[in-house]
């Protein structure tokens, strides 16, 4: 972990966010049979931006991640991505362009070896004798390249989800959805993911991450929209989002 932190403490400057969005949701809706899971959804996200998703359980926040990657298609509304329409493109596709994305429930192999995972993850984006370094690379990054290569369904909670990080990172997104990446970790695998984020979105990458637990959200978020219902409630820096009443009424059912 203090290679890690040291590494981002190292960069010099983050990714400033600004310029025109990596990422437009406009007036989005996905509707279950009687149920609109999400209702009327905009979000615009820019380049170099690290903003985080919040909302009570049933929020819409997960289904607002599928919608963008294709898993779901809208019901009305319009997606974007660096300026083009791609509402109706297939997920693989929209992997292609640079969006990537984690799910809360790993998706990893279990009855594979962890470099048998990336080499699925690699071999559509790097060939040759460059995918064996790449896999160097990228499980350096996020701290397992230590384990040698065991069978994935061995690995601890953690080593999970840091490893379909690295399988994410494989196609060399400009943008990564986290859906709760920290969720089921103790306190230091927990620090340990909110300084690979940070230093993550400090190499250029846009991150949109969902995530329940405010200390870690406070960690590592520079902006925050809040849903409710699948409607979009509020937005703002943390301070802005945490001073808001009707928020903490609606989260935490408290003022």
């Known amino acids: 972990m203090a290679n890690l932190r040291s590494e981002a403490a190292a960069v010099a400057k983050a990714a400033q966010p600004g310029g025109e969005p990596i990422l437009e949701l406009r007036q989005v809706v996905k509707q279950f049979g009687g149920l609109k899971a999400v209702d009327g959804v905009d979000l615009t996200v820019r380049p170099g931006e690290l903003r985080c998703l919040i909302g009570p359980n049933g929020a819409g926040k997960s289904t607002v991640f599928k919608l963008i990657m294709g898993i779901y298609a809208p019901t009305q509304g319009q997606i974007w991505f660096r300026g083009q329409d791609i509402t109706r493109l297939n997920t693989w596709r929209r992997a292609r362009m640079g969006i ?13 070896t962890l470099r048998e995972n990336m080499r699925i993850a690699i071999q559509n984006f790097v060939k040759g004798k460059e995918i064996e370094t790449e896999i160097d690379r990228l499980l350096s990054f996020v701290g397992i390249d230590k384990l040698g290569n065991p069978q994935v369904g061995n690995l601890s909670h953690g080593q999970q989800q840091w490893l379909e990080i690295a399988m994410a990172l494989a196609a060399k997104p400009s943008i990564l959805l ?49 849903l409710h219902y699948g409607k979009p409630f509020a937005e703002g820096t943390l301070e802005e989002i945490e001073a808001n009443e009707e928020v903490v009424r609606i989260y935490l059912g408290k003022v």
């Open 100 to 112: 990537g994305i984690k799910m809360q429930v790993p998706g990893v192999y279990g009855e594979l």
């Open 178 to 226: 986290l859906d709760e990446p920290a969720a089921g970790m103790g306190p230091e695998e927990t620090e340990f993911t909110a300084e690979l984020v940070k230093q993550l979105n400090a190499s250029g990458v846009t991150i949109l991450f969902i995530d329940h637990d405010m200390e870690f959200v406070r960690r590592i978020a520079q902006s925050v929209s809040v």
